[in-house]
Nanobody
């Protein structure tokens, strides 16, 4: 019973930064793993990063580890993705996702996430 809504996407130049937000409803938010996925046009949806509940444990895809940072504010029912030094290959629709309950290893598979937002477009020009 979780609903998610992404915001913060836009059109930027290479090297610029964006912060995406995901607003969540439901009392289970603090217990759930939250993740970000992205899907470039015509390609498969891929894992970007996930974060656990209170512990703050994270799991980053290799391409995201040096430039992206995930965080969450349980009091505001919001998770964030800070993206720095953006590149044209970062262009994609970015999706927020949540599990039904806690995981002690952060999953990277789409099938492990149960709730999804509608996505927000990020376009990086060269």
């Amino acid at each position: 019973q979780v609903q998610l809504a992404e915001s913060g996407g836009g059109w930027v130049q290479a090297g610029d930064s964006l912060r995406l937000s995901c607003a969540a409803s439901g009392r289970t938010f603090s217990r759930s793993v939250m993740g970000w996925f992205r899907q470039p046009g015509g390609k498969e949806r891929e894992f970007v990063v996930g974060i656990s509940g209170s512990s703050g444990s994270t799991n980053y895809a290799p391409f995201a580890k040096d430039r992206f940072t995930i965080s969450r504010d349980n009091a505001k029912n919001t998770v964030y993705l800070q993206m720095n030094s953006l590149k044209p290959e970062d262009t994609a629709v970015y999706y927020c996702a949540a599990t039904r309950g806690p995981w002690y290893r952060i999953p990277a598979l789409r099938s492990n996430y149960d709730y999804w937002g509608q996505g927000t477009q990020v376009t990086v020009s060269s």
